[in-house]
């Protein structure tokens, strides 16, 4: 969308192109015509009124806020149910009449517009006053977490009318601050309601009504917001279905699973999809787990203290809807991985995956063998240990050099600041000395600073190169 500071510039570089005889005065008449130069000066002029529009509204907002308080005990129910329903309908439709306002000049987004979206926010928020004080007034008791939930949901229904990105993160935030407030439902539950059922099976709750969204919208701040509750959802049910002491399978399944998922993850194996909008963020998601993870599994004490606690003591309960929400992540995980590996018929090649996926697959593999057997043959602490380093090492030293083959800097630096960590980290871990600690500390600050140099001139020679050809 064009701004009016953009417009502001265009105008001042169009007058400058025009002195130095860039564009005649034709072309200049049509510039000022297609971005309206003209109305510049009228808006500029008009801004301190709105400031005082605005300033005024606000005080009048608090007014009635004040009055309606001090009046609120004294009036009827119905008094106050017309009230709270005028005001949020009254700010939702005014908001949508202003949002659906006509860009004039085109691709931009005039003050109305503003001032619309603005009052559809104030309306989601107004929503949540109106839930809370109908069930105050109607005795309806309830937890929390199903205020925020509620709430959430009805914000989200909004941002699927309206289209509107601001609404989704909205409603994603208020959602996952509900589940936040309710996890402790799913280890300890109660009386079983629709509450509940979200709660406990939110994976496929996010599957179903975030991903579309994230899509409809096109915000790539949705789909990292579902995407990080469905992957904490799926985390519990798969603390909830296996056993790490007695099923070591399971466990391999719980540690590997979400960065397989991601990393298989292809926005053209939906329908109607035929770009790849997301692939992308969930690639880097699984980076940053494979990295994450490795980093944690590095330390030899995680290994000799792992399993922390026999859950079959404690509890011997199948929760089978649970089992079969893991079998279709499972599912949804080999399909996605066949997908990526499915032969090109272009090409006339046969199944097969790329090489970086190839090791991502080998990195998953290996590390789920390995906790296999650590849990359900042999406690093997020093040698699982020695392989994750290893698998960190080659995380670390692929990402370095994916980042020097494209150019990508968030690339190279992640693999260098991974790299780094690993081997400051086994300083702690180990009974080092502080003189040696101290020769480490310097000696990676140094290689750090010298490869960050070395890149960059590296990099802007790239540039260089690729700008004058």
Not at 410 to 427: D, E, H, K, P, Y
């Amino acid at each position: 969308m064009i701004t009016e500071k953009f417009r502001r510039q265009l105008r001042q570089e169009a007058k400058l192109w025009q002195t130095e005889g860039l564009i005649d005065n034709y072309l200049y008449q049509q510039l000022s015509e297609r971005y309206q130069f003209d109305s510049l000066e009228k808006a500029a002029s008009s801004r301190f009124i709105t400031i005082l529009i605005s300033l005024g509204g606000i005080l009048l907002g608090l007014g009635i806020i004040t009055f309606v308080s001090a009046n609120w005990q004294q009036w009827s129910r119905e008094l106050k149910i017309v009230i709270l329903l005028t005001l949020f309908i009254g700010v939702n439709t005014t908001g949508f009449y202003l949002w659906r306002q006509p860009n004039t000049p085109p691709n931009t987004i005039n003050k109305k517009q503003r001032l619309g979206h603005g009052l559809l926010i104030f309306g989601a928020l107004l929503l949540g006053a109106n839930i809370a004080l109908m069930a105050q007034m109607f005795h309806i008791g309830g937890s929390p977490y199903g205020l925020y939930i509620v709430w959430g949901l009805g914000v989200l229904v909004m941002a699927y009318s309206l289209q509107l990105k601001t609404l989704g993160i909205i409603s994603l935030l208020l959602i996952g601050l509900g589940y936040l407030m309710g996890l402790s439902t799913v280890f300890y539950p109660g009386e079983f309601s629709w509450l509940q059922f979200i709660i406990e099976y939110m994976s496929l709750v996010g599957i179903l009504l975030f991903i579309p969204l994230a899509y409809w919208c096109n915000s790539r701040i949705i789909f990292f917001l579902a995407t990080m509750i469905i992957l904490l959802a799926l985390e519990i049910s798969l603390f909830r279905v296996f056993d790490f002491s007695n099923h070591g399978l399971w466990g391999a399944i719980a540690l590997t699973l979400p960065p397989a998922l991601l990393w298989g993850y292809d926005d053209i194996i939906l329908p109607k999809i035929d770009s790849r909008i997301f692939q992308p963020l969930t690639r880097n998601l699984a980076i940053w787990y494979l990295s994450i993870g490795f980093l944690f599994l590095s330390f030899r004490a995680i290994w000799q203290d792992f399993p922390f606690r026999n859950y079959s003591e404690t509890s011997s309960e199948i929760h089978w809807l649970t089992l079969v929400e893991v079998l279709i992540f499972i599912g949804l995980t080999i399909w996605e991985w066949l997908f990526l590996a499915r032969p090109n018929k272009r090409d006339f090649q046969s199944w097969r995956l790329d090489l970086v996926s190839g090791v991502i697959l080998g990195f998953i593999v290996g590390t789920a063998i390995l906790f296999f057997w650590h849990l359900s043959i042999n406690k093997i602490p020093e040698i699982a240990t020695f392989i994750i380093n290893i698998e960190m090492f080659l995380l670390a030293a692929g990402l370095i050099r994916i980042g020097l083959m494209r150019g990508i800097r968030g690339t190279f630096w992640g693999g260098l600041v991974l790299l780094t960590l690993q081997i400051v980290s086994r300083t702690f871990e180990y009974n080092t000395g502080l003189l040696l600690k101290s020769f480490v500390f310097i000696l990676c600050g140094v290689g750090v600073i010298a490869a960050g140099l070395w890149y960059e001139h590296h990099l802007s020679l790239e540039e260089g190169v690729g700008s004058r050809e």
